[in-house]
Nanobody
Framework: QVQLVESGGGLVQAGGSLRLSCAAS????????MGWYRQAPGKQRELVAT???????EYDDSVKGRFTISNDNAKNTVYLQMNSLRAEDTADYYC????????WGKGTLVTVSS
């Protein structure tokens, strides 16, 4: 059974930093792509950043230059370093992993106070 366990959310002031982690397990062949999506109150879930097994990354324009995604393939773990946080980054952040299908974590709340 595939499980994604997120950690690292919390409350931070605008301009501050947080680091999210997500450890995935349960796939014999690992995960092709891992990443993060977020959903703010009243809005649809949106892509934040993804990274594939080879290290190629994709970012939403709103986080480019502020957020950095990285991974540890041996540990099936993905990280999201978030710097220069803004109030509009406040959302539930969901870990995403794709093997033979897509899997989601339960989410971790990031709150940025202005």
């Amino acid at each position: 059974q595939v499980q994604l366990v997120e950690s690292g959310g919390g409350l931070v002031q605008a301009g501050g930093s947080l680091r999210l982690s997500c450890a995935a397990s349960g796939s014999r062949f690992g995960f092709n792509v891992m990443g993060w999506y977020r959903q703010a109150p009243g809005k649809q879930r949106e892509l934040v950043a993804t990274i594939n097994h080879s290290g190629a990354t994709e970012y939403d324009d709103s986080v480019k230059g502020r957020f950095t995604i990285s991974n540890d393939n041996a540990k099936n773990t993905v990280y999201l370093q978030m710097n220069s946080l803004r109030a509009e980054d406040t959302a539930d952040y969901y870990c995403y992993a794709r093997a033979w299908m897509a899997f989601w974590g339960k989410g971790t709340l990031v709150t940025v106070s202005s």
